[in-house]
């Protein structure tokens, strides 16, 4: 079950999607959040989490939908693109990024995903003690 609605990604401002895209796009952006806060709201209440942190999370929910919408992918696979293209006589390189601070961590979530999550605990990938 997909953590966000059309209405609360609109809230927060980010890009006009017609619904039927978001629709196809926030489940996977879901799974995406899922896997870098250890599928925390999975085995956790969202509903029953102090507010801040729930819509923290939901942030980063549509911060990856808007990822996946302007990629134009939502698999790794999709998301890598080719350095180097030859077509006849013509070539073409892409450009580095040599600021490797600004990279995602995994080139697959988004960096405004960890902004939005890195005050809130859920990337703690320690291991709890009882």
């Not at 990604?9 to 959040?33: N, T």
């Amino acid at each position: 079950m997909p953590y966000l609605t059309y209405q609360e990604y609109s809230d927060f401002g980010f890009s006009d999607l017609e619904e039927s895209e978001f629709d196809k796009l926030v489940k996977r952006a879901s799974d995406a959040v899922d896997s870098v806060t250890r599928s925390f709201y999975k085995f956790n209440n969202i509903n029953e989490d102090v507010e801040w942190r729930r819509e923290q999370f939901k942030k980063a929910v549509a911060a990856q939908v808007e990822y996946f919408h302007e990629t134009g992918a939502t698999t790794s696979y999709g998301m890598n693109e080719p350095t180097h293209v030859t077509i006849g006589r013509t070539s073409m390189t892409a450009g580095s990024n040599k600021n490797a601070q600004a990279k995602p961590q995994n080139s697959f979530i988004c960096s405004e995903v960890y902004l939005y999550l890195k005050d809130t605990g859920l990337l703690y990938k320690g291991i709890g003690v009882l």
